[in-house]
């Protein structure tokens, strides 16, 4: 038991930790140093869930009151600190909120001001199962998705060479494919843990979801951990139907490290650099949605290279020094990959992004509209951490729809293959694409 006169203290103490996670989501670590990942986790946390925050020091000081923690100056300047944290965590919330109207106004500005509307699901109220989400944050399940675990994607291959399918309960036909590519700085991850939301979401509204695991480093050496996601993609050409999928429409997305291979892959459809032993498998994507991710690795031309992470990759990941080999860090750089036949993109980005700064993403969106002729679609998220997306919140349910509208569009001007009514319309144009009258497979 705490002696009565330690209360007003220890309300002192949890208070300034309650406002120093506020403070850090405000204004996050993003320089490399010892506490990029401490401020990392504890902005991702706040920043993600300032409103279970605000319900956390609520209770804490109901507690500390009811212990009698103002019967002293430190508990009532504890109370003053706390007041002016949850004036902060509202602020972040309210930033969050802001998310559907900052969506909006990037897929305008990348599809062009007459891109249909009427392609995005219709306003609904949130559900009973969609509050109680929101409320605990975690739970990924959905009562019209089934998810059949563990197939094998690579004949021969080892126990990463493993995949997931979401699809819809009730029978599709020629249902577009997504294939999600998990992070994890290339040493880690698994199929299981992110992108949970989307993959639900769309899976739940008549998609074909997909998540693979791939090679790991250490033991792995780059590009095998593409040669991988390249393995996926050919499985997926050759098997979907047989789930109800389109394989002429394939997406593709990934967080992170997931984000790199994934606008990697898009980046490079046969690149026989890359399939080795699989050389005719067609491996493009029609469309490709990288969250977060880091897009440029080589200083060759004055940029910021992975912005401290060169030595990891040189050390874990490549196995060799820029100094020696700049071209295989130019090469396994998605930058420095873009091209004029590059499928349309939708880039997903925080603006305070402690693991993989925004500035990254930009480049990487302006390196492809100088070039492609296909839309490029920019959206950041003011306030947004890396991984934002691993929780149920507002922020990661406007994404999510954001990211089936610009999915949406692009499914439009590529009719489903097979003999269906649909087959027999011409692709229309996307709205925002240059050169191309429509759209067609790199």
């Not at 919330?93 to 249909?116: F, K, Q, S």
């Not at 610009?406 to 499914?411: G, N």
């Amino acid at each position: 038991m705490w002696n009565d006169r330690c209360v007003p203290e220890a309300f002192l103490i949890v208070s300034l930790i309650g406002v120093a996670f506020t403070l850090n989501a405000h204004r996050p670590r993003r320089r490399q140093s010892l506490l990029i990942l401490p401020s990392f986790f504890a902005g991702w946390l706040t920043s993600e869930l300032a409103a279970h925050h605000i319900v956390w020091q609520v209770v804490a000081v109901i507690g500390f009151v009811a212990a009698g923690a103002l019967t002293g100056w430190p508990g009532w300047i504890a109370l003053g600190i706390t007041l002016g944290s949850w004036v902060g965590l509202l602020a972040l919330a309210r930033r969050a909120m802001r998310t559907a109207e900052v969506a909006d106004a990037a897929l305008r500005e990348g599809l062009g001001p007459a891109y249909d509307a009427a392609l995005a699901a219709p306003s609904q109220p949130p559900s009973a199962a969609s509050r109680i989400r929101l409320v605990l944050a975690w739970p990924f399940t959905h009562p019209d998705v089934q998810v059949e675990r563990d197939i094998r994607y690579s004949p021969g291959g080892g126990r990463r060479h493993l995949l997931d399918i979401y699809r819809p309960r009730e029978p599709v036909h020629a249902a577009p494919v997504m294939l999600e590519i998990h992070g994890g700085a290339w040493v880690s991850g698994d199929k299981r843990r992110e992108a949970r939301p989307l993959m639900f979401h769309l899976a739940a509204r008549g998609w074909i979801c997909v998540t693979a695991n791939y090679r790991l480093s250490p033991r792995a050496t780059f590009p095998e951990h593409l040669v991988d996601v390249k393995l996926a993609l050919a499985w997926i050409r050759a098997n979907i139907e047989s789930y109800g999928g389109d394989s002429s429409f394939v997406a593709i997305t990934g967080g992170s490290a997931g984000a790199h291979l994934s606008a990697l892959a898009a980046l490079t459809p046969g690149d026989p650099e890359y399939q080795s032993g699989f050389a005719s498998a067609d491996t493009s994507v029609q469309a490709c949605v990288p969250f977060y991710g880091v897009y440029e690795f080589s200083d060759r031309f004055g940029g910021r290279g992975a912005d401290g992470m060169g030595g990891f990759m040189e050390r874990v990941v490549l196995k060799r020094r820029v100094a020696d080999d700049p071209d295989a860090f130019e090469r396994a750089s998605p930058l420095r990959r873009v091209r004029s036949d590059a499928p349309p993109f939708m880039i997903v980005h925080g603006t305070h992004d402690s693991l993989a700064p925004v500035e990254g993403a930009r480049g990487f969106a302006a390196g492809l509209r100088k070039v492609s002729n296909a839309p490029v679609v920019s959206l950041e998220l003011p306030g947004a951490q890396h991984a934002f997306e691993l929780f149920h919140s507002s922020r990661t349910g406007h994404v999510v729809l954001a990211v089936q509208q610009f999915l949406d569009t692009v499914r439009a001007a590529h009719p489903p293959a097979g003999p269906t009514p649909a087959a027999s319309t011409p692709g229309r144009a996307l709205p925002g694409e240059r050169s191309r009258g429509t759209l067609a497979a790199p």
